[in-house]
């Protein structure tokens, strides 16, 4: 909210609200961090918490703020990380700059991955997208690549695209999915929902076992060459593919 009425109104913000909602500090470390010279505002450290700046003039140990809300970035997520602000162990958020996990607005996982499962994981402040792409009445599509414990029956095609399969414990039956069959125990495996365990639960359904899963795809927008383990921000033209309705 404050960011979208700084945006609209193209006002100067109060250097003390950028800095905390951007996570570089608390609104009371912010006289600390100007007194010990970390930030500039035009090349100028004579600076005091409550004056009003232009926020593409302030720079923090030399480099340029952060963007400013909305953001939306994609993560190659690593096997092993939770995705949650609250994990006991490794979270999804260690990946990205320790002040990413204080900004204001959140930073939100867009739906969530399995502690195990690998690829794109979008994380947005952006409440809209969020709910766009979360929704379950949009059906936007997730590609996975799943590897099995056991042999593929050649039976799952049809189960799967028959809007029939019932998972344990539902009472709704899921909608038709699309499996490619790439080998005997590698499939890719397209969904339009977003169920809890949804994918390993299918396959459970059908007596086999999902051993890796990675997700390469989120409606139009690719995972592509980003390494595991590393993040980048989106182009604005991918946030509009993301904002298209489904398919590759
Ligand atoms: N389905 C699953 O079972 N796990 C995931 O992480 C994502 C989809």
Redesign the pocket.
């Known amino acids: 909210m404050f960011f979208e009425l700084v945006r609209k109104a193209n006002y100067d913000m109060r250097l003390d609200k950028l800095l905390s909602s951007l996570g570089y500090c608390s609104r009371r470390e912010v006289r600390a961090l100007l007194r010990e010279g970390h930030v500039t505002v035009s090349g100028s450290s004579r600076l005091s918490p409550d004056m009003h700046v232009e926020p593409s003039s302030v720079s923090v140990d030399g480099e340029a703020l952060d963007a400013l809300p909305p953001i939306v970035l994609m993560l190659n997520k690593p096997a092993g990380h939770e995705c949650s602000h609250a994990a006991s162990g490794p979270s999804v958020y260690d990946c990205l700059p320790d002040r990413f996990r204080v900004r204001n607005p959140t930073l939100a996982c867009v739906g ?3 502690k195990d ?1 690998t690829g794109l994981l979008l994380l947005t402040d952006d409440g809209e997208l969020l709910h766009a792409l979360t929704s379950p009445k949009k059906h936007v599509e ?1 590609a ?1 690549r799943v590897t099995l414990r056991d042999t593929l029956k050649g039976t799952e095609v049809a189960l799967f695209a028959s809007g029939n399969l019932l998972l344990d414990g539902e009472e709704k039956p899921l909608l038709p999915a699309v499996l490619l069959v790439l080998g005997e125990r590698e499939a890719e495996l397209v ?1 339009c929902e ?1 169920r809890f ?5 299918m396959f459970e359904a059908c007596g086999n076992e ?1 051993v890796s ?1 990675h ?1 390469a795809r989120v409606g139009k927008l690719e995972l592509g060459t980003l390494p595991e383990g590393e993040w980048r921000f989106l182009e604005p033209l991918e946030v509009e593919l993301l904002r298209q309705p489904n398919q590759a």
Do not use: P
Not at 197 to 201: F, I, Y
């Open positions: 969530r991955l399995d499962t997730k996975y969904i977003g365990h949804q994918v390993k639960r999902v899963l997700r």
